[in-house]
């Protein structure tokens, strides 16, 4: 679930893979392998959430109110 609201939401913000890494402070190919399934640590799921503005239950799929509280 993840790897698609990541996608999901990169293509909702019209950005590119390298340009959501940049912003979290990763690399292209690090954000690429959460694209590809691969589960990341805490500071990055927050920053994730930070910079597409929505929940980590959102992003995780636990909720599918994308809305931060």
Known sequence: MLSLRLKELRKIHN???KQVA????????????????ENPNYCTL???????NVSIDYIV??????KRY
Do not use: C, K, M
């Not at 927050?46 to 597409?52: E, M, P, Q, V």
């Not at 799929?61 to 994308?66: A, I, L, Q, V």
């Open 15 to 17: 950005v590119t893979q």
């Open 61 to 66: 799929g636990r909720s599918d109110d994308p």
């Open 22 to 37: 940049a912003a979290i402070s990763i690399t292209e190919r690090n954000y690429q392998r959460l694209e590809s399934g």
């Open 46 to 52: 927050n920053a994730l959430a930070d910079y597409f």
